[in-house]
């Protein structure tokens, strides 16, 4: 076996061992059992024993830490999938739309680019500016040449001990609030549970519509005693709102005009449909929920790739091949490949150029698809006509879809304290600004 590949099972067992506990891991292979799951533990060990002396470290001063001259919201996470980044997208929004408050967002740590340009894509009608920066005097700089960003939000900023801030926010997975229990690399827990929630001064439990009111209830009961009594509880979900074409409806010789995304579509055309996956998420599991729960009949491609996959043109084109395959099957009512919009910002140019290349095969705006599946005769003759001269019919190959998932993040239940979601939301930001001119004070 050739090193590249002893990696890859090694990789593949790793990742089997962080998401079973220990009385599951009689399961397991013995290799597994006895030799990689003994040393991921006793590392997992260490980093338990890191993290709190770090805290104590930069909390008596022995460690310096930087402040920056706004106030400073961190929201971070203890495990992947937990809504943060879209948690970020909606404060900066809010504070933006409803108090006039422009945020810069700094996102920390490794594999944020998609994060960040979708971000940035986001935000292009406001001042809210994005960064994906560790770098102080590069925050400093954006603030002081940007007079109206007067709110930082510290995206990934749990574990980021250095930057003092005036307000914690930690998002939770509600389907496993902490993972198999154990430190990452047993686990997949970014440091003990106990010592964030300690500190946190709002919690954000996500997915409660796939984990349902028995899960959401066993969750809020693990996180209450460990909580300070101040800290505020919201309940959130995402919720798919639209499909976008990976095609254009507008055509040009020199291909142009395929830059971008297509028009809005709507989510019903998923409903008996047969979809194959291009993503690379943190909860692939939840994307195929939502798919099966929008009527698609046929799911696959979720969880094959890693989060922040860099898809390569061949692993495009044999997606392609496979949903020809599926487009002629009659028991599908579409046939569609799809991303989310983490997928697509990671690689824009790329979806755009290829996609561009099968434009004659994919069905781009609304009317036709949907007239097929909702029996209107009259559009479907129409339908009909079109793809004699673009490619569909008897023996030919028939159209398929390419789309772009949107979603968005939703507020299920706030904090029972406030009488509205925006009275919690203009809560936090005075709780956050009244701490930072203390500290300003106080320095």
């Keep these: 076996m050739s090193w590249a590949r002893l990696r890859e099972a090694i990789a593949l ?8 506990s220990d009385k599951q891991l009689t399961s397991l292979p013995a290799s597994s059992r006895l030799i990689l799951a003994p040393i991921l533990s006793s590392l997992a060990a260490l980093s338990s024993a890191r993290e709190p002396t770090l805290q104590f470290l930069y909390r008596s001063g022995i460690f310096s830490t930087f402040t920056l001259p706004a106030p400073v919201i961190s929201i971070g996470n203890l495990t992947s999938a937990s809504g943060k980044t879209p948690y970020v997208e909606y404060l900066a929004r809010h504070y933006w739309d409803h108090h006039g408050v422009a945020s810069l967002i700094i ?57 003092q801030r005036d307000f914690d926010i930690l998002t939770i997975n509600s389907i496993a609030p902490f993972g198999n229990g154990h430190l990452i690399p047993r686990g997949t827990l970014r440091e003990p549970y106990r010592l ?83 993503t690379g998420v943190g909860s692939p599991a939840i994307v195929e929920e939502h798919l099966r729960r929008l009527g698609a009949l ?51 140019d790329l979806w755009s150029s290829v996609f561009a290349t099968y434009a004659n095969e994919v069905y781009s705006n609304s009317t036709n698809l949907e007239a097929k599946q909702q029996g209107d005769d009259k559009l479907v003759k129409e339908d009909k006509e079109k793809s004699n001269t673009s490619g569909e019919g008897p023996g030919q190959m028939k159209k398929w879809g390419a789309y772009v998932l949107h979603s968005q993040l939703e507020i299920v239940e706030h904090d029972r304290r406030f009488s509205s979601q925006k009275a919690v939301l203009g809560a936090m930001l005075r709780y956050a600004i009244d701490n930072f001119r203390k500290r300003s004070y106080v320095t």
Excluded: W
């Design 298 to 348: 046929h799911v696959e491609g979720c969880g094959v790739h890693e989060d922040h996959h860099m898809f390569s043109i061949e692993e495009v084109e044999e997606a392609v091949s496979r949903v020809r395959e599926l487009a002629a099957d009659e028991k599908y009512s579409h046939a569609c490949i799809l991303l989310t919009e983490k997928d697509y910002a990671r690689q824009s």
């Design 107 to 163: 996102q920390l740590g490794s594999g944020t680019v998609d994060e960040t340009h979708m971000l940035r894509e986001s935000f292009t009608d406001t001042p809210v500016k994005v960064i994906d920066t560790d770098s102080a005097n590069e925050a400093r700089e954006i603030l002081q040449e940007n007079p109206a960003v007067k709110l930082v939000l510290l995206d990934n900023g749990l574990q980021h001990l250095p930057l």
């Design 196 to 278: 964030a929630l300690k500190r946190t001064d709002s919690v954000i439990v996500h997915h409660v519509d796939i984990a349902g009111q028995e899960g959401v209830t066993r969750t809020l009961g693990k996180l209450g005693p460990l909580l300070p009594r101040h800290a505020l509880q919201t309940l959130t979900q995402m919720v798919p709102v639209s499909l976008k074409s990976l095609v254009s409806t507008q055509r040009s010789l020199d291909m142009s005009e395929f830059q971008g995304l297509g028009e809005d579509l709507g989510l019903s055309r998923l409903s008996g449909a047969a979809v194959v996956c291009l």
């Design 13 to 20: 067992r790793v990742k089997q061992i962080q998401t079973v």
